[in-house]
């Protein structure tokens, strides 16, 4: 039997395994479960004929990193390697496994339930990449299970806190962890006929409006902060519209801008009543950051344009305090890895590839900017990440498992 044929055959194991991992819900923030998932990837690992060990961070760096709110939930990574013999070059595949809150209201079961209906499994972190591990677990199974042997070493890692920023996830992994690959392959930013090449950073900045308080009947006494602040979002139309003209072509032809949201949590802070002028206002701005810029260059330019911005308000004063920022990252897609892998797409699903950038971030930085190998994002995706009835295709999770299976087969480095 073929890997592929396997696969075919065990696509009821596939999304077995898919449904246990959505129902150990690791809701980030704060990091639930995180112990019991790592714990079960960790034997599906060696289950695949890896060897899998689990890495606690240090908390000395937890205690740096995160929140003090979040110091109870304790941070780990996963990593499996599989060692072929006269392989010369190692290959890295990473997916991460925490999720986003749930909010809304959810059909099939909750968002938790990990419930089949009609082709798709249903539940939070479905497509938003539990379905990446799966994919690839019963890829490696299959290849064990036919007696198929990669043509490079393997590396798995299963890390934490990508919808956060990563530091303790693949960010730990690539400056702590004893892995050594060539190329890596991120589950995720890439679907369907597209394999990603790159992504865009972020900025975070939040944006305090400072006023003065007074009586509300005698609202000239005060320095109205919401006024304020809704003339300085007026005027950061003028930076959008500076950004709207920068463009970047990515591969697949589509022509990229970069973005400011506007949003956040708009608090008057405390004295926010119907009588009193607000002395506090704020809001944040999401900066989307090309794949040919520089967060500096991105963040410095915003501050710039905010500052010149406040000089025209009279009255107006801000403090800006960084959030935080993801760098972008971008790899011209001519490398055989690149060429290879847009291959066995088009050969698995019969369709023609593409290249993209995904405007979203995900953690092939780490990989491509800090270890400086050639990554790309590939997985099964599915519909509705972050938001209600977040779903996986089983199809496309059998696809995706195949074409890891043909590219661990195909590519020798
Ligand atoms: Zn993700």
């Known amino acids: 039997m073929t890997p592929a044929a396997y696969l075919d055959h065990h696509a009821p194991d596939l999304t077995a395994l898919l449904r246990r991992l959505v129902r150990t819900s690791t809701v980030n923030p704060p990091g639930e479960n995180y112990d019991m998932i790592t714990a079960l990837l960790a034997d599906e690992l060696t289950r695949a004929g890896l060897k899998a060990r689990r890495y606690t961070v240090p908390s000395a760096l937890v205690k740096k990193t995160l929140p003090q709110e979040q110091l109870g939930f304790s941070r780990y990574n996963v990593l499996g390697k599989l060692a072929v013999r006269g392989a010369k070059k190692t290959i890295h595949f990473n997916a991460h496994y925490d999720v986003v809150p749930v909010s809304g209201m959810w059909r099939h079961g909750g968002a938790f339930s990990g419930m089949v209906d009609r082709g798709w499994i249903y539940g939070r972190g479905t497509a938003d990449m539990k379905g990446s591990h799966a994919a690839l677990l019963l890829a490696l199974r299959a290849l064990r299970a036919t007696g198929v042997t990669p043509r490079m070493n393997v590396e798995v890692s299963f890390t934490a806190d990508e919808e956060t920023d990563s530091a303790l996830g693949a960010g730990w992994l690539v400056r702590h962890a004893p892995i050594k690959p060539d190329y890596a392959i991120v589950m995720e930013g890439g679907e369907g006929n597209a394999v990603c090449c790159g992504h865009n950073g972020v900025v975070w900045l939040n944006v305090t409006v400072h006023g003065r308080a007074a009586h509300g009947s005698v609202p000239h006494k005060g320095v109205n902060a919401l006024e304020k602040m809704a003339a300085l979002v007026r005027a950061l139309d003028g930076h959008k519209k500076q950004l709207a003209r920068r463009t970047f072509a990515a591969p697949d032809g589509k ?105 979203g971030f995900n953690d092939m930085y780490f990989f491509a900017e800090e270890l400086k190998i050639p990554t790309l994002g590939y997985g099964p995706g599915g519909d509705n990440c972050h938001a209600v009835d977040e779903r996986a295709s089983v199809k496309e999770l059998v696809a995706s498992a195949k074409i890891y299976a043909e590219l661990l087969t195909t590519f020798a480095g």
């Open 255 to 359: 022509v990229m801008r970069p973005t400011l949201n506007i949003g956040g949590i708009f608090s008057s802070g405390e004295g926010g009543k119907i009588n009193t002028v607000p002395a506090l206002a704020s809001f944040s701005i999401d900066r989307r950051v090309l794949a040919v810029e520089t967060v500096a260059a991105a963040e410095r330019e915003l501050r710039a344009f905010l500052a010149a911005a406040v000089r025209k308000i009279p009255q107006c004063r801000i403090t800006a305090r960084k959030v935080s920022h993801n760098h972008p990252t971008f790899h011209r897609p001519a490398h055989p890895f690149f060429t290879t892998m847009a291959g066995c797409v088009e050969r698995v699903r019969s369709e023609k590839s593409v290249f993209r950038v995904s405007t």
